[in-house]
């Protein structure tokens, strides 16, 4: 909305020192969002003066009409002699009162005008259009002035409005009120605390009791509750808006067209109440608002031909739709230049229903925008007597006697509120008089004592509940009144378990060196195939959003990796040939047998626990996911040696690094599972559960995603690590640890994990840690064969061991993996 400063001054008695910018400030700390203050003219220096066309000599040869234009500027020149002006308009006459700077003036722009020899004459100055003077885009022709008082030589800026402060403000969608001058207003004298005088206290006169004149009704109250009609005849169609009209239309950012259409726009700028005016010659029988009916279609004055929908809103006559109510109106009644006879329109429309069919044609109108925020109730039988009443001012109009007046019943909103509500909301003690004295500055009626009873004005739909009030309350009295003080914790809150466990989580990967990554939560089917997933895999069964953010991805991801590998590939396209990224974040597995969407609740109410049960039935499983993808080197290349390439075995480590911030011992077993290689696929295990699996990715998916040769990955389930408990620190013995080393022989087919976990059961408690240093396949352990090395350390907490005890407990452990793997200690 853009609100020029001279026009908020007629109806709000501001200080005359007040800018825009000033102005500007204490809009914005009363919580209105002013964008930019625009200083029109303020770069537009005289002499810009009245002038009088005194002669017009026509120059010939030329490729175009051009004139020399004797112009009476009075003393404005300093010699009171006529002033020769070089002009290519020919839209004036001798006699004509126009606009003209002299030399030495500056139009906006920065536009200097000297006298200068051109067309073989020496022009004297300028004769202004309105595009030239920034008060319209109209450069046909020059401005010709309407007949007036004013004499040759006077000042042009001050007849014109030239210089002018225009605030900018962006209207939120519970402001309605705030899309008019009449809103503005009344928040600028509530900001300074000045008189306001509202545009819409128009004495209605007494003949609107006497009932209407053009019939009209209301079909369906769901859609319009008031609905007002007044007429006008013997309108002058030749009759042009006023200069002052034109130049506050502009400002305000509309279009000047012809005199009845500038006289709607100029009344819905000033009060918010959109109109609309119908030819009376093209009307046939009465006018009804209702719905739109099957097969119905409108032109709109878009020279568009809709087709209308069951909901759309519509005004009708006889011949069938001739407007969609508050949005546009139609082609077939629109007000032409023969147009005399006119029946205004204004109403009250159900801004959902505005909203929605404004949506579904794709048609935004400056009508639709207000009627979507919510329009004064009671502003149609004001606003519309104020548009014939100008009509009949600078149109010559006849306005006929009466009104039609059609309306439903609506109840007025009251809501009941402590007076000590909204200290409570900001943790300011603004007291009683304070929090009434705010609300009747708003226009509510207040009573009570402890408990108010307000009942909000009629231009403010929005306040409906306590906190609506209080809001007022508070930015009235100034945001920056409520003083800032740190939360206060209460005593013994903090992180779950679950939380602790994920930041440890979160720390722990980033400490090996990967770095965390956020991506959305959403997937294609073809994602499934790039991840070479077999046909009945869980995986591929994704659920669909009704309303996705993009088409190419409608599905909630069933697992991590999707996104991952794309922001690995974006990494590595980028240059980064070296990457290790993870993530943590929740996927979404359908429940067998659930609904595939979840019941609409009621918006009136809060839900039944049945309700929320059947809501809690569709909603998928949940569980929490860490991933984590690397390639390239994992240890980097330098002047220190070669680099270690990223290998199966990192991602088996990175799934270790997670399980061990949740105090858990991971088992690796060997496993076929999409997406990885089937021979570097490695299955996780916490006792018998599975948790996840991490190894080397298959070619097919890494040439589907692009990634660098030989890319590793790891995903495991958090939830199915264990309830996190409380981390303790161990115990820490200071006594010296013994360590033995072994190395045995088994099959190949043995897995390391089983060797590991048979040495630990048999080396006891004496066992503090057992590390696989060395694995060898060659021709001294024979085909089929390999020797795995460990290393064994043992501690006591309590004493130092002796050589006895630790070979002892070597000895057991090697038997214990003898007697279960099959291991032969190698000489």
């Not at 903090?494 to 090996?512: I, K």
């Not at 060797?755 to 352990?781: K, N, P």
Request: aromatic share 4%; with cysteine.
């Amino acid at each position: 909305m853009r609100v020029p400063l001279s026009w908020l001054r007629e109806h709000v008695a501001l200080p005359a020192e007040v800018t825009g910018r000033e102005l500007a400030a204490r809009l914005i700390a009363a919580g209105l969002e002013v964008e930019t203050v625009e200083r029109a003219g303020a770069d537009v220096t005289g002499p810009l003066v009245v002038g009088r066309v005194l002669a017009i000599e026509e120059l010939t040869g030329f490729k175009k009409p051009i004139r020399y234009v004797q112009v009476d500027v009075g003393d404005a020149n300093g010699t009171g002699e006529p002033q020769n002006i070089i002009c290519g308009a020919t839209n004036f006459a001798v006699g004509d009162r126009v606009v003209v700077i002299l030399p030495g003036g500056v139009l906006p722009g920065g536009f200097r005008i000297d006298a200068r020899t051109t067309y073989g004459k020496v022009s004297e100055g300028m004769i202004c259009s309105v595009r030239e003077l920034g008060i319209g885009d109209d450069h046909t022709g020059i401005l010709v002035l309407p007949p007036g008082d004013e004499e040759p030589g006077a000042d042009a800026m001050e007849l014109l409005g030239l210089r002018d402060d225009i605030l900018d403000i962006a209207v939120t969608p519970d402001r309605g009120y705030a899309l008019s001058i009449r809103g503005i207003a009344r928040e600028a004298a509530i900001a300074y605390g000045v008189p306001f005088t509202d545009p819409a206290a128009i004495e209605l006169p007494p003949e609107d009791r006497q009932g209407g004149a053009y019939p009209a009704s209301i079909e369906d109250p769901t859609a319009c509750d008031r609905f007002v009609l007044r007429e006008v005849r013997g309108f002058d169609p030749s009759a042009q808006s006023p200069m002052w009209m034109r130049v506050r239309l502009y400002r305000a950012g509309m279009r000047p067209v012809s005199l009845a259409v500038d006289v709607t726009n100029y009344v819905m700028l000033e009060l918010g109440q959109p109109l609309h005016a119908f030819d009376r010659a093209k009307l046939t029988g009465e006018i009804v608002v209702r719905r739109a009916r099957p097969g119905e279609r409108l032109e709109t004055l878009d020279h568009v031909k809709r087709e209308l929908h069951p909901e759309d809103v519509l005004i009708t006559d006889r011949s069938g739709p001739i407007s969609m109510a508050g949005t546009m109106g139609g082609l077939a009644t629109e007000i032409d230049e023969r147009s005399r006879d006119m029946v205004i329109e204004a109403a009250h429309f159900d801004d959902i229903a505005t909203a929605r069919m404004g949506r579904r044609h794709k048609l935004h109108s400056e009508a639709s925008y207000r009627f979507e925020r919510g329009v004064d109730r009671e502003l149609p039988l004001y606003a519309s007597l104020r548009a014939v009443r100008l009509l009949a001012e600078l149109g010559g109009a006849e306005i006929v006697p009466g009104v039609t007046h059609a309306q439903a019943p609506v109840e007025r909103v009251t809501v009941t509120m402590a007076a000590g509500h909204p200290d409570r909301v900001a943790g300011v003690g603004y007291g009683r008089e304070t929090v009434v004295r705010r609300l009747q500055q708003i226009g509510c009626s207040v009573e009570g004592d402890g408990t108010l009873t307000v009942t909000p004005p009629s231009w403010r739909p929005d306040l409906r509940d306590p906190n609506d009030l209080a809001e007022e309350v508070i930015r009235l009295e100034g945001y920056e009144e409520i003083p800032a003080r740190a939360p206060r914790p209460v005593a013994g809150r903090g992180l779950t378990a679950r939380q602790r466990l994920r930041r440890r989580v979160g720390r722990a990967l980033a400490g090996a060196g990967y770095v965390e990554v956020l991506s959305f939560p959403f997937t294609a089917e073809k994602d499934a195939d790039a991840l070479q997933l077999p046909v009945g895999d869980a995986r591929r069964r994704a659920l669909r959003l009704a309303n996705p953010l993009s088409e190419d991805e409608p599905l909630l991801r069933t697992t991590l990796l999707p996104g991952l590998l794309k922001a690995l590939a974006r990494n590595v396209g980028r240059g980064f040939g070296d990457v290790g990224l993870y993530e943590m974040g929740l996927v979404f597995r359908p429940r067998p047998g659930a609904p595939s969407r979840a019941p609409r609740l009621a918006v009136d109410r809060g839900p039944t626990p049945e309700e929320i049960a059947t809501v809690e039935a569709a909603l998928p499983d949940q569980p929490e996911r860490v991933a984590a993808v690397l390639a390239g080197e994992r240890e980097p290349s330098g002047w220190w040696g070669k680099g270690r390439p990223a290998s199966w075995a990192d991602a088996v480590q990175a799934a270790r690094t997670v399980a061990a911030e949740a105090g858990v011992e991971l088992t690796v077993k060997a496993d076929r599972h999409a997406p990885w290689h089937p021979g570097r696929c490695a299955a996780l295990y916490r006792g018998e559960t599975l948790v996840g699996h991490a190894g080397e990715l298959h070619p097919r998916v890494i040439q589907a995603y692009g990634l660098p040769a030989r890319t590793c990955a790891m995903e495991l389930e958090l939830g199915l690590l264990g309830e996190p408990g409380v981390v303790r620190a161990p115990r820490v013995s200071s006594y010296p640890v013994a360590t033995q080393d072994v190395a045995l022989v088994v099959d190949d087919a043995v897995p390391a994990a089983e060797v590991e976990a048979a040495l630990r059961a048999g080396a006891g408690e004496l066992l503090e840690s057992i590390r696989l240093f060395d694995v060898y396949t060659g021709e001294q352990v024979g085909e089929g064969r390999k020797s795995l090395a460990y290393s064994l350390r043992f501690r006591a907490p309590d004493r130092t061991l002796t050589t006895e005890e630790a070979n002892a407990s070597r000895d057991a452990a090697v038997a214990s993996a003898a007697e279960r793997t099959g291991a032969v200690l190698r000489g």
